[in-house]
């Protein structure tokens, strides 16, 4: 005979405003197996746990049912508190009146009475609760962290530190990231470089640390504590351990017509090429699109300069198997593109920038030696027009509904660069807002203002037309209710950010979630918001939202607590509420196998004892240290041979009759 407790929690007035507690308590008492029903206003709390605990001791209660807020608050909350008692973990069911009641309910009636269905349908379920005991799976001294931009260069140093080793995997052929493009960085204007190639340095020669560029994650299996991957070293053509970093076979090199990215497309590099000075590791890689001895077979002049013998036209892309206990994604971004921008005239002239494309003129290793000057006939300006909100917090569909979050601090900082270096040029930047929250960033943008003379007019942009050697731009000023009409020699394009392309291939091999605007989504965006809702895969940097470079270096530290947090386990306990399979139902038929995501079915020949006949059938198994109880298989099984451990068919046919009744 089940003994069930009911504890209703006021929730502050969270609940209790839209709720009728006391009838809550009042109907639950009354439902079968129901022994004892009672209120408190924090039931989450010290007090309230020790109420529920005191309860199941003086009721011998068999079951409890907590009507609280959302289970992925306070469910485990309320299971420890139960074990602590010496009941069952998994003969705690949790109501959720907050989230799915009183926050989305006005009418008092309604609500209480949406309360009271709620609550009984969580009794009837824990009814037929059954106690389940939690497995364990070995953890993988290991960690695995996808980019290598400052995000995954401050994760696996953090990582590292604490005794653990890890593996950076970066696509780009340099660690580093969007970071080392940048000049000056705000709000302390202080060298980029300066800050990350010690970091890049001390990351390549760290003893727990592998990096792999030029390389990708090609498959990931497994499940936290042990994951399985599979990394892509794309060939570089050149031999790692002879290359000396001369940069002759990039000198010599005939081909110097391809695009150069790092420099955003505004010169041109050689087909063999490293990145940039810094570059870690330094050794080239020789672009096979671009390179006129894979095109035509003839050349091989890098071969024939290279003294160390260091050209490998037959090297091939090597697949790199490891195992992981944890996984950091740290896959940084990118800027939108503008080809659903024509009214800035981005595409018509080379004198509209973006300003990605202005850190790197304004670098000392840029395109340009960090001389400002014009991209078409590289004369200096002698005015200059920022536009911001290019792409961000877009009303339609051509852009992002969110604000990028840097712009406007970027564009104070590249003001007074301009302002300070080239005191001659007059820079209006035109702004929907200003947004500087961060420490010592409304200062930051005052200054530019009131130091530097920066104009800023608050009004948007509706067109740049080339008109002869000159940009005309025509915007509104908001303030004054006016029209302008300007002409000026550079435009400036504060574009949105948006996460790397790469994300939603990642995201599904890692069977992680991400949002509407591809950013990846955090567990609990307050509560656990570097770690994804899927186990053992962390979050850092941009790839989990905009963010600013102290942000990204304070997410990834975060993140390496978490992850050391992980590996610092012998093993973990698994979660019971996993698929369990009925061998006498089961037909083989492999549709469960087909729609798990997770790759926890397989399939075996079994001898089966079918009510006194004994045959062998082929039979589906669960590995419980893979199921991640999402159910999709017992929704698929055409026998009604699969089932879910602690959400039952007939658990949940029982919640609807209850609801129904």
């Given at each position: 005979m089940h003994r069930i407790g009911v504890f209703v929690c006021h929730c502050g007035t969270n609940i209790a405003a839209t709720v009728d507690i006391d009838r809550v308590v009042a109907a639950a008492a009354k439902e079968p197996g129901v022994v004892h029903a009672e209120d408190y206003q924090y039931m989450c709390s010290e007090a309230g746990q020790l109420k529920v605990r005191e309860?199941?001791?003086?009721?011998?209660?068999?079951?409890?049912?907590?009507?609280?807020?959302?289970p992925r608050m306070h469910e485990n909350t309320f299971r420890q508190a139960a074990q602590r008692a010496g009941l069952n973990p998994y003969m705690v069911e949790i109501a959720n009146i907050r989230e799915h009641c009183s926050w989305i309910h006005k009418d008092r009636e309604e609500a209480t009475e949406k309360a009271i269905i709620l609550?009984?349908?969580a009794i009837a379920k824990v009814m037929l609760n059954a106690p389940l005991t939690a497995g364990t799976s070995r953890v993988v001294k290991r960690a695995l962290v996808i980019g290598g931009g400052i995000a995954g260069i401050q994760t696996a140093l953090d990582i590292a530190e604490a005794g653990y080793k890890v593996d950076i995997v970066e696509k780009t052929p340099s660690i580093g990231g969007r970071m080392s493009q940048l000049d000056k960085t705000f709000p302390t204007l202080d060298c980029s470089a300066c800050i990350l190639t010690p970091k890049m340095v001390e990351a390549?020669?760290?003893?727990?640390?592998?990096?792999?560029?030029?390389?990708?994650?090609?498959?990931?299996?497994?499940?936290?504590?042990?994951?399985?991957?599979?990394?892509?070293?794309k060939a570089r053509s050149v031999d790692m351990s002879k290359c000396t970093g001369c940069g002759v076979c990039q000198e010599k090199c005939p081909s110097k017509k391809a695009p150069n990215e790092f420099n955003r497309g505004l010169d041109k590099r050689s087909a063999i090429y490293t990145p940039f000075a810094q570059a870690i590791p330094n050794v080239p890689v020789i672009d096979r699109e671009h390179c006129i001895k894979f095109k035509t077979g003839k050349c091989g002049v890098c071969a024939k300069v290279c003294q160390a013998g260091a050209i490998d036209y037959e090297q091939k892309d090597e697949i790199i198997t490891e195992n992981y206990g944890a996984i950091v994604v740290a896959t940084g971004f990118d800027t939108i593109k503008l080809d659903k921008y024509d009214e800035y005239a981005y595409s018509q002239s080379p004198d509209v920038i973006t300003s990605l494309e202005l850190e790197r003129i304004m670098n000392a290793a840029g395109p340009t030696k960090g001389h400002l000057e014009r991209m078409s006939d590289h004369r200096a300006p002698k005015s200059m027009v920022f536009i911001q909100c290019v792409g961000s917090r877009c009303a339609d569909n051509r852009g992002k509904s969110y604000c990028s979050k840097i712009c406007c601090m970027y564009t104070a900082k590249h003001a007074m660069l301009i302002r300070d270096k080239y005191p001659d040029v007059d820079v209006t930047v035109f702004y929907i807002d200003v947004r500087t929250p961060g420490k010592n960033f409304d200062e930051f943008y005052r200054r530019a203002v009131e130091e530097y003379g920066v104009h800023y007019i608050k009004g948007q942009v509706g067109k740049v037309a080339p008109q002869g050697d000159k940009l005309l731009v025509q915007g509104v000023d908001l303030l004054d209710n006016r029209r302008i009409l300007m002409e000026t020699d550079m435009v400036v394009l504060a574009t949105a950010i948006e996460p790397n392309p790469d994300v939603r291939k990642i995201a599904t091999m890692l069977t992680a979630s991400i949002d509407t605007n591809n950013f990846l989504t955090e567990s609990h965006a307050k509560l656990r918001p570097v770690e994804s809702p899927t186990a053992g895969i962390f979050?850092?940097?941009?790839?989990?939202?905009?963010?600013?470079?102290?942000e990204t270096v304070a997410q990834a530290g975060a993140a390496a607590v978490k992850v050391v947090g992980l590996l610092a386990k012998d093993h973990l306990v698994t979660n019971p509420c996993v698929a369990k399979s009925d061998t006498l139902l089961c037909n083989g038929c492999s549709s469960c196998e087909k729609v798990c995501p997770y790759g926890a079915i397989s399939y075996e020949e079994q001898e089966v004892n079918d009510h006194g006949i004994r045959e062998t059938r082929r039979v589906a198994v669960v590995n419980s240290a893979l199921c991640q109880g999402c159910g999709a298989c017992t929704v698929a099984c055409p026998s009604g041979a699969m089932d879910l451990q602690g959400f039952s068919n007939r658990q949940i046919l029982a919640e609807v009759d209850a609801i129904c009744r």
């Amino acid at each position: 005979m089940h003994r069930i407790g009911v504890f209703v929690c006021h929730c502050g007035t969270n609940i209790a405003a839209t709720v009728d507690i006391d009838r809550v308590v009042a109907a639950a008492a009354k439902e079968p197996g129901v022994v004892h029903a009672e209120d408190y206003q924090y039931m989450c709390s010290e007090a309230g746990q020790l109420k529920v605990r005191e309860a199941i001791k003086e009721k011998q209660l068999t079951g409890i049912v907590v009507c609280s807020c959302s289970p992925r608050m306070h469910e485990n909350t309320f299971r420890q508190a139960a074990q602590r008692a010496g009941l069952n973990p998994y003969m705690v069911e949790i109501a959720n009146i907050r989230e799915h009641c009183s926050w989305i309910h006005k009418d008092r009636e309604e609500a209480t009475e949406k309360a009271i269905i709620l609550a009984r349908a969580a009794i009837a379920k824990v009814m037929l609760n059954a106690p389940l005991t939690a497995g364990t799976s070995r953890v993988v001294k290991r960690a695995l962290v996808i980019g290598g931009g400052i995000a995954g260069i401050q994760t696996a140093l953090d990582i590292a530190e604490a005794g653990y080793k890890v593996d950076i995997v970066e696509k780009t052929p340099s660690i580093g990231g969007r970071m080392s493009q940048l000049d000056k960085t705000f709000p302390t204007l202080d060298c980029s470089a300066c800050i990350l190639t010690p970091k890049m340095v001390e990351a390549a020669a760290h003893e727990n640390i592998t990096i792999y560029t030029y390389s990708e994650v090609e498959k990931v299996t497994g499940f936290v504590g042990d994951f399985h991957v599979e990394i892509r070293k794309k060939a570089r053509s050149v031999d790692m351990s002879k290359c000396t970093g001369c940069g002759v076979c990039q000198e010599k090199c005939p081909s110097k017509k391809a695009p150069n990215e790092f420099n955003r497309g505004l010169d041109k590099r050689s087909a063999i090429y490293t990145p940039f000075a810094q570059a870690i590791p330094n050794v080239p890689v020789i672009d096979r699109e671009h390179c006129i001895k894979f095109k035509t077979g003839k050349c091989g002049v890098c071969a024939k300069v290279c003294q160390a013998g260091a050209i490998d036209y037959e090297q091939k892309d090597e697949i790199i198997t490891e195992n992981y206990g944890a996984i950091v994604v740290a896959t940084g971004f990118d800027t939108i593109k503008l080809d659903k921008y024509d009214e800035y005239a981005y595409s018509q002239s080379p004198d509209v920038i973006t300003s990605l494309e202005l850190e790197r003129i304004m670098n000392a290793a840029g395109p340009t030696k960090g001389h400002l000057e014009r991209m078409s006939d590289h004369r200096a300006p002698k005015s200059m027009v920022f536009i911001q909100c290019v792409g961000s917090r877009c009303a339609d569909n051509r852009g992002k509904s969110y604000c990028s979050k840097i712009c406007c601090m970027y564009t104070a900082k590249h003001a007074m660069l301009i302002r300070d270096k080239y005191p001659d040029v007059d820079v209006t930047v035109f702004y929907i807002d200003v947004r500087t929250p961060g420490k010592n960033f409304d200062e930051f943008y005052r200054r530019a203002v009131e130091e530097y003379g920066v104009h800023y007019i608050k009004g948007q942009v509706g067109k740049v037309a080339p008109q002869g050697d000159k940009l005309l731009v025509q915007g509104v000023d908001l303030l004054d209710n006016r029209r302008i009409l300007m002409e000026t020699d550079m435009v400036v394009l504060a574009t949105a950010i948006e996460p790397n392309p790469d994300v939603r291939k990642i995201a599904t091999m890692l069977t992680a979630s991400i949002d509407t605007n591809n950013f990846l989504t955090e567990s609990h965006a307050k509560l656990r918001p570097v770690e994804s809702p899927t186990a053992g895969i962390f979050l850092s940097g941009v790839c989990q939202g905009p963010k600013d470079i102290p942000e990204t270096v304070a997410q990834a530290g975060a993140a390496a607590v978490k992850v050391v947090g992980l590996l610092a386990k012998d093993h973990l306990v698994t979660n019971p509420c996993v698929a369990k399979s009925d061998t006498l139902l089961c037909n083989g038929c492999s549709s469960c196998e087909k729609v798990c995501p997770y790759g926890a079915i397989s399939y075996e020949e079994q001898e089966v004892n079918d009510h006194g006949i004994r045959e062998t059938r082929r039979v589906a198994v669960v590995n419980s240290a893979l199921c991640q109880g999402c159910g999709a298989c017992t929704v698929a099984c055409p026998s009604g041979a699969m089932d879910l451990q602690g959400f039952s068919n007939r658990q949940i046919l029982a919640e609807v009759d209850a609801i129904c009744r």
